[in-house]
């Protein structure tokens, strides 16, 4: 599996055969996704170069193949070994139980430093992280306040790292709404898709949690988004949830829009009774989503 080694626009430049202020104008025109380091310099990622390259979404001249294929062979697995994630995750758990949020943070941006998607981060890191401190509540071990506590801070990290990922101002994205449904307050799992989104090429705006589906209505007339998402991690009226759910998927077949639906209060019963265009169990799934919506670049 190919890593998600970071090249800088040089590189990124000597492969695609053109000058480093066209791959640094195509960044920030939003046909390349990068992100951007402390220091203000693009970083772009092997995988969504080779991934362009291979659906020929770039302008300009042929690739030079030679070069690509000598950063591919270098490249090592994208996904951290097993005894690699154990010590993230035992890592990311001392740093919350000693309420050290200054190394939460260290540990999440190095995370994605490193080479881990914001899916894995979420779904191989956080989530796992997270689920034990609630079976921990749940059995009366400790008490709701870590919960939150850990939470706000694990929050903490990944606005710093959204900040990161934020695209340049006038960079002509694709556009993407999103928020948790009516009664829903769990935010982690909504921050993290807009991560996916940024990591992944697309402008953003996160309406946030408890947001009745209708006022969703209103925002996606109003954007015209190609994309609308609704994380679910509570579900106060699961009936009353899946009509006005319905009632969005109605509004974005108006708008020639996509509804994507996740989260773990989307059990098979309730699906059951729900209309949408896409709907996922992870932010793997989702970022996979997101990539096939894409419109060309270029």
């Known amino acids: 599996m190919v890593a998600r080694t970071l090249l800088s626009t040089v590189q990124a430049a000597e492969i695609l055969r053109v000058h480093p202020s066209t791959v640094k104008r195509w960044v920030d025109d939003g046909v390349i996704p990068a992100s951007k380091t402390p220091g203000g310099h693009r970083k772009i990622v092997l995988l969504d170069l080779l991934r362009l390259v291979k659906e020929k979404q770039l302008p300009g001249p042929p690739v030079d193949s030679a070069l690509l294929e000598r950063y591919l062979s270098k490249t090592p697995s994208t996904a951290p070994t097993p005894d690699n994630l154990e010590e993230l995750k ?3 758990e001392r740093a919350l139980h000693s309420h050290q949020p ?4 260290k540990i999440l941006l190095k995370s994605h430093q490193n080479g881990m998607s914001i899916e894995q981060i979420g779904d191989e890191l956080i989530f796992p992280v997270m689920e034990a401190v609630g079976r921990s509540w749940r059995m009366g071990e400790t008490d709701i306040a870590h919960e939150h506590l850990f939470t706000s801070q694990i929050h903490a990290g990944l606005i710093e790292l959204r900040n990161r990922l934020l695209p340049q101002a ?9 928020a948790c449904p009516e009664g829903d307050f769990y935010t982690l799992g909504n921050l993290l898709a807009e991560l996916v989104l940024l990591q992944n090429g697309w402008q953003v705006t996160n309406i946030g949690p408890n947001t009745p589906c209708s006022s969703v209505i209103s925002m996606a007339r109003k954007l015209r988004p190609k994309l609308v998402w ?10 009353a949830f899946a009509a006005e759910c319905n009632a969005l998927h109605e509004a974005t077949v108006e708008l020639d829009s996509n509804l994507y639906l996740g989260g773990q209060a989307l059990t098979q019963e309730v699906r059951r009774r729900l209309h949408y265009h896409w709907i996922g169990d992870s932010l793997a799934q989702f970022s996979l989503a997101t990539k096939r919506l894409l419109p060309p670049a270029g």
């Open 230 to 239: 609704l994380t679910c991690s509570h579900l106060e009226n699961p009936q």
């Open 90 to 92: 035992a890592g990311l």
């Open 102 to 105: 200054s190394e939460v943070h």
């Open 170 to 178: 006038g960079s002509q994205l694709p556009m993407a709404i999103g």
